[in-house]
């Protein structure tokens, strides 16, 4: 029998009478197994958004998709690809906070992202200054997981939090100033859909937590609270564990 095996149900009871025994200890959203979405949209049908009622029952009655519309704005797509700013990180603890509760991060930080396109895989991305080598081990495989096994940390049913490569985007983008008014006057709300993120993603608008998702490759939608909305410059922040 695999060591591995035999040994995860005692090292799971060691946790739980750790996580007992310290009842002041607080697991990170990305650490916690109960933890799935926060201040996020409850799934859905699919939904579309179109300009009228009238524009809904021409899609009924003639069978007709109407691919246009005033109140949906891709940010990025594959058809589309946005350039945004990037940086991979160690570990969650090394992305710096100045970077998601300001709006003008200090220019010692900013200047150590590199520029990528959205939407991409940091885990295919070439290494900056040896271009034949890429930034970080591809996880998705049906062979042995390809991390490095450390003294016993490898039995550990805990989420590590020292060695956890974290990828933190930034993009920049505008609104239609008719979105900002009927969200800020309460007739409408804006709301912004990750269609794929894993395995979890924290977001950050203009320098505001909005919530937190984690259901790798299904949407995440959250609501941007109103106050802080703006046509131009918003910037959207994202942490990707």
């Given at each position: ?107 010692q930080v900013l200047n ?130």
């Amino acid at each position: 029998m695999d060591a591995i095996h035999w040994k995860t149900p005692y090292l799971r009871c060691i946790n739980t009478l750790k996580n007992c025994l310290d009842p002041l200890s607080r697991k990170e959203q990305w650490q916690d197994p109960t933890c799935f979405y926060d201040n996020a949209v409850t799934h859905h049908t699919p939904l579309r958004y179109l300009n009228s009622t009238e524009d809904a029952f021409t899609e009924v009655r003639q069978s007709k998709t109407l691919t246009k519309s005033d109140w949906v704005l891709f940010l990025a797509s594959a058809d589309k690809p946005a350039n945004c700013s990037f940086k991979l990180y160690d570990s969650p603890d090394s992305v710096p906070v100045e970077l998601l509760n300001t709006d003008n991060p200090p220019a010692q930080v900013l200047n150590q992202l590199r520029t990528v396109q959205l939407p991409n895989n940091w885990q295919f991305l070439a290494d900056e200054e040896n271009q034949d080598e890429l930034i970080d081990t591809p996880i998705y495989t049906n062979l042995q997981f390809p991390n490095e096994l450390k003294r016993l940390t490898f039995l550990s049913t805990n989420v590590p939090k020292k060695s956890n490569p974290t990828g933190y985007y930034r993009l920049t983008f505008s609104l239609p100033a008719q979105w900002v008014e009927n969200a800020q006057s309460g007739e409408r709300s804006v709301h912004i859909i990750l269609h794929g993120a894993g395995s979890g993603v924290s977001a950050y608008v203009n320098g505001e937590y909005i919530g937190y998702g984690q259901d790798s490759m299904t949407e995440t939608e959250f609501v941007i609270p109103s106050n802080l909305l703006k046509t131009e410059d918003n910037i959207l922040n994202l942490v990707v564990y």
